[in-house]
Structure formats: C-alpha cells, structure tokens
C-alpha cells in the first residue's frame, strides 16, 4: 500500500514537500513515480526516479522547479514543489513500476500500484 501526504493549499510561487510511504512492501528494487490529475483532466506524468536514484526523469512543465528524491530506509520517495503555479492544481499520486526499476519510467502503464493521492492547491 502506498500512501501520500503532504498536500494543501499554498500561494503561487510558495512550496510543498509530498511524501509517499509504502507499508506492506519494499520500494527498493522498483521505479517509483509521481502523477498528477487535474479536474476533468488525464492523469499526467510529473516525476520520476530509479531504484539506486542514478536517474531521474521530470515533466517539462515542472523541469527546474521539481524534485524527486527517494529514502530507502524510510521505504519513501518525495517530491518537492518550488515556485508553484495555479496550473499545478491537481490531485497528487505516487505509484510503483510494473518491472525492476532499471529506468526513470514516464508511463502510466509502467505503473502498477498506486495510492489515493493528496490533493495539492495553488491559489493565484
């Protein structure tokens, strides 16, 4: 079971530090991966990280504003939100890679659990 936190409200241009702890599981040999939906909207790719952190992969709306990063001995990936924008309004999930984590995966359908997401807001 995955679960995020970390979400809420914030001002454009503000910060927020979304976390995701896996109970149950070990993250370890996996890609993990955070997502985003805004309302009426698909679900997107945000971020991304490897097993051993060597390789990240980021959106390019976020690129230079975003930063995954990944605890193994907390069983936890992050993300950290800088400089925020109204358009980054969305529900916030993180998920597991379907396979070994050899890659920063950018599929959805590389993914294979998710959890219920946190909703993050930016107001203008």
């Known amino acids: 079971q995955l679960v995020e936190s970390g979400g809420g409200l914030v001002q454009a241009g503000g910060s927020l530090r979304l976390s995701c702890v896996a109970s149950g599981r070990t993250l370890h040999v996996h890609t993990l991966g955070w997502f985003r939906q805004a309302p009426g909207k698909e679900l997107k790719f945000v971020a991304s990280?490897?097993?051993?952190?060597?390789?990240?992969s980021y959106a390019d709306s976020v690129q230079g504003r975003f930063t995954i990063s990944r605890d193994h001995a907390k069983n936890t990936v992050y993300l950290q939100m800088n400089n925020l924008k109204p358009e980054d309004t969305a529900v916030y999930y993180c998920a597991k890679s379907r396979q070994y984590g050899t890659a920063a995966y950018r599929a959805v359908g590389d993914f294979d659990s998710w959890g219920q997401g946190t909703q993050v807001t930016v107001s203008s």
């Open positions: 990280i490897n097993w051993n952190a060597a390789t990240t």
